[in-house]
């Protein structure tokens, strides 16, 4: 079927797309409507933290879809139920509360923090947030991030949301007051440029908020699930926060959130928090299948030792081109190329033939790698190669316009 065919246009813009249309995927590799290969080192922004449509997925999909799609949250499912009692035997929660996207997880972590407030601070409800960070697309969350101009797009924000620095402890105390409620952050920056939270900050930070008895916040929509090597991402500083969120890698590529928290915290009272399609057991047979698959003896271990060799890989490549290094955790990890051509790499990496490579610029200065946990080693090699050779032709491109100029 030809571009042209398909009305696009029937779709609301939010955002300029490339002119093709993705139709098939399986582990590391898309296919679009030509017939042409991708490499897909975006994998949904770390969502398909199994690769497309892994055997395990589609299996829980189909056995499920056969057997129960939604009874009502007002109900007990027995995924929803199965998946919980995972989720705090792996982690340091007691309690969860599904959702279906990671803003909405953030959303319901903001409104446990308020409420808690209520009870136990009268009534503070300032959550600490952090410069650079990014916590989803409502209006609450979108407050609640640090990117620059989102201030002013849906003008005015929520307001409860001081800006503090990451790694930068002083910044966040003399934040606090007697209306702090929590401090929230991603313990990687990923939008932010895949800045991690160093293990001593994240230690820090915990004994600042057990010292004003307010909340720790971590939002682990992006790194929770395997991302750093850990199953958690907190876990790589060896503290317990009293709230998590969890969003892409928990669905495996299905839409799924959760919000957990620990039981001194969980607050809640009927009528406080709810969803349509809370923990629905389509979508927790779906968790329950990746967290199996991440819970494998060697699994996380084969994430960390692949993370090393990425990164081993990406530093060479910054060497080869006189870039400025990598950075980050496990398997989210950055590539900092020293001047603004993020953009320019992404289109010629996409244009490559016969096979294309799909990669991510959040910052024009900067390229995010998200691989399938499953990444194979020779997947990481043909990624090089080929970024070797992208970053080679727009270093070409520039000098022959500098040149003809």
């Known amino acids: 079927m030809e571009f042209s065919q398909y009305n696009v246009n029937a779709l609301m813009y939010i955002t300029p797309r490339p002119e093709l249309v993705f139709t098939e995927g399986r582990g590391m590799w898309l296919t679009d409507h030509n017939g042409k290969r991708y490499l897909d080192y975006l994998q949904g922004w770390a969502v398909n933290c199994l690769g497309h449509s892994p055997q395990c997925i589609t299996d829980a999909v189909v056995a499920q879809a056969g057997k129960l799609l939604n009874p009502s949250p007002a109900f007990y499912n027995e995924n929803m139920v199965l998946l919980a009692d995972q989720l705090t035997k792996h982690s340091c929660f007691d309690r969860v509360f599904f959702a279906n996207s990671g803003a909405e997880a953030n959303e319901g972590a903001i409104k446990l923090a308020r409420k808690w407030g209520q009870k136990n601070k009268n009534g503070a409800f300032e959550i600490i947030t952090f410069d650079h960070g990014f916590h989803g697309r409502t209006l609450a969350t979108m407050s609640a991030s640090g990117k620059p101009g989102w201030d002013t797009i849906f003008a005015p924000q929520v307001t409860g949301f001081p800006k503090a620095d990451l790694n930068d402890i002083a910044s966040v105390e003399k934040l606090i007051n007697d209306k702090t409620v929590a401090v929230m952050l991603e313990p990687v920056q990923g939008e932010g440029g895949v800045i991690p939270a160093s293990r001593e900050f994240m230690q820090a930070l915990r004994a600042l908020t057990k010292k004003h008895n307010i909340l720790l916040i971590v939002d682990e929509v992006q ?20 709230i998590m969120t969890l969003g892409k890698g928990i669905g495996g590529g299905v839409p799924l959130a959760a919000l957990l928290a620990k039981e001194e915290v969980s607050c809640f009272v009927p009528g406080d928090q709810g969803g349509t399609y809370n923990g629905a057991p389509l979508m927790t047979a779906v968790g329950l299948a990746v967290i199996k698959a991440l819970t494998v003896p060697g699994f996380l271990d084969e994430v960390k030792a692949k993370s090393v060799y990425l990164s081993k890989a990406l530093n060479t490549l910054s060497d080869q081109f006189g870039m400025e290094g990598e950075r980050g955790e496990g398997l989210l990890r950055a590539l900092k190329l020293g001047s603004d051509i993020g953009p320019r790499l992404v289109e010629v990496a996409r244009d490559l033939e016969p096979i294309g490579l799909l990669i991510n610029s959040p910052r024009p200065n900067l390229l995010r790698f998200m691989p399938a946990l499953n990444v194979s080693y020779e997947e990481i090699d043909t990624m090089i190669s080929m970024l070797s050779k992208v970053i080679q032709q727009v270093i070409d491109e520039k000098a022959a316009a500098s040149t003809a100029s």
Do not use: C, K, V, W
């Open 223 to 242: 790194t929770g699930m395997g991302r750093t090597g850990e199953l958690f991402g907190y876990q790589l500083s060896g503290i317990e926060p009293d």
